[in-house]
């Protein structure tokens, strides 16, 4: 069983940046896409970003320019930087493994926990 936990999470004011940690406890990103997703109150979850095994990104269309996603083979350790934080970022961010793929929610086997972040403006 694949464990996926992340970190980097915090306190953050408007502006400021952050780059959030997902660790897998094995090697899978040649085997297994990596997507970021985040969720707010009372807000559905939303897909953040994706890298694909060969190191393609997508990222949801709102977010492009400020998020970007990038993977640590060696320390099978994704990231998520964050720049110029706004309020409406604050959310948990979880970090997700997909088997046959990044797009629907039946694709991803693994999960972790969520890190918290808060934006204050």
């Known amino acids: 069983q694949v464990q996926l936990a992340e970190s980097g999470g915090g306190s953050v004011q408007a502006g400021g940046s952050l780059r959030l940690s997902c660790v897998a406890s094995?090697?899978?990103?040649?085997?297994?896409?990596m997507s970021w997703f985040r969720q707010a109150p009372g807000r559905e979850r939303e897909q953040v970003a994706t890298?694909?095994?060969?190191?393609?990104?997508i990222y949801a269309n709102s977010l492009k320019g400020r998020f970007r996603i990038s993977q640590d083979n060696a320390k099978n350790t994704l990231f998520l930087e964050i720049e110029n934080l706004k309020p409406e970022d604050a959310a948990v961010y979880s970090c997700?493994?997909?088997?046959?793929?990044?797009?629907?929610?039946?694709?991803?086997?693994?999960w972790g926990q969520g890190t918290q972040v808060s934006v204050s403006s």
């Open positions: 997700a493994a997909g088997g046959q793929g990044c797009y629907a929610d039946s694709d991803f086997v693994y």
């Open positions: 094995e090697a899978i990103f040649s085997r297994y896409c």
């Open positions: 890298i694909d095994t060969d190191g393609s990104t």
